[in-house]
């Protein structure tokens, strides 16, 4: 059990980054969260991170310097300062470095870019450890009917992938960080399972994208398709909040709840050729959204 009791003082870590990214991060204050020596606590982070913890917090730091440039008018030297760079010129090395535009250049053009999107290292390890005798949680969840109209939907499309993990391994993790930065984006990202009239050829059932307007017309990325969904409807889903070492069984237990539902009960059928599928990113403190299309019967 070390290495849970490891990923969980990196999770610390990863927490106390986030919520004082504008400080002064010492790997001493770390340390403290971590509870280990500052030599462990970097030889800990870089193992379950890939990263050493200045590597991070630069990326982090970076990555989220890019949000306020895309998004408010702020000049950029304010802006490297507030992120605890020490010169406007420093910083604009440092975002080139990390983007390949420079910040004044991406503030005035806002193409996608691979933002940093870590991810709670213990998540991952309370799923793999979760003991085996833990039940399913038949939770109860909230559902409401929702009018979409017509919209683009931009996304990376994988090769065989049915699922998230299988995408993962095919696509790896950065997708989720370009998604993330599309300034025209009507919804957060999600992942998909694309009916067969929105599938291609030799290309993944499951894949991950963000809807934008239909009338969008910036930069699609490299490798990324982008296809156009019709007005539809769709049911929303939302289970119970769930503990991180529940992941797997919170997700599994609504989505069979979903599956026998009956839409009846919003005088709806199943609509599934009409538009994907969709999950969005999993957090424990919001339970698992899911969103399936449905018609409404005509009486």
């Given at each position: 059990m070390a290495h849970l009791d490891h990923a969980a003082a990196v999770t610390r870590m990863q927490t106390y980054i986030e919520t004082h990214l504008e400080d002064d991060l010492t790997l001493h204050l770390l340390a403290e969260q971590a509870g280990y020596s500052p030599w462990h606590c970097a030889k800990l982070f870089k193992e379950y991170t890939g990263s050493s913890p200045f590597e991070y917090i630069r990326k982090l730091r970076l990555s989220q310097a890019a949000l306020v440039l895309r998004d408010e008018k702020r000049k950029v030297v304010d802006v490297a300062l507030e992120f605890v760079f020490d010169s406007h010129e420093g910083f604009t090395r440092a975002f080139q470095k990390q983007f390949g535009i420079r910040p004044k250049a991406y503030q005035?053009?806002?193409?996608?870019?691979?933002?940093?999107?870590?991810?709670?290292?213990?998540?991952?390890?309370?799923?793999?450890?979760?003991?085996?005798?833990?039940?399913?949680?038949?939770?109860?969840?909230?559902?409401?009917?929702?009018?979409?109209?017509?919209?683009?939907?931009?996304?990376?499309?994988?090769?065989k992938a049915d699922n998230y993990l299988d995408y993962a391994k095919e696509i790896g993790c950065d997708v989720w960080g370009i998604l993330a930065s599309i300034k025209e984006a009507?919804?957060?990202?999600?992942?998909?399972?694309?009916?067969?009239?929105?599938?291609?050829?030799?290309?993944?059932?499951?894949?991950?994208g963000v809807e934008v307007p239909e009338n969008y017309t910036g930069i699609l990325p490299d490798g990324f398709d982008c296809f156009t969904i019709p007005a539809n409807t769709m049911l929303i889903f939302q289970g119970n909040p769930y503990p991180e070492e529940q992941f797997d069984v919170a997700i599994n237990d609504l989505i069979q709840q979903i599956d026998h539902y009956d839409p009846s009960q919003f005088s709806c059928v199943w609509a599934p050729e009409d538009a994907p599928r969709v999950q969005l990113e999993p957090q424990g403190y919001r339970g698992y959204i899911e969103a399936r299309p449905v018609r409404v019967r005509e009486e």
């Open positions: 005035q053009q806002t193409p996608p870019i691979p933002l940093f999107h870590p991810y709670p290292v213990e998540s991952y390890y309370l799923m793999m450890d979760r003991p085996a005798e833990i039940s399913p949680l038949s939770q109860s969840f909230h559902v409401h009917l929702m009018h979409f109209p017509a919209r683009k939907m931009l996304l990376l499309r994988g090769n009507l919804y957060e990202p999600v992942g998909m399972w694309l009916p067969a009239s929105f599938q291609k050829r030799e290309t993944s059932i499951y894949a991950q």
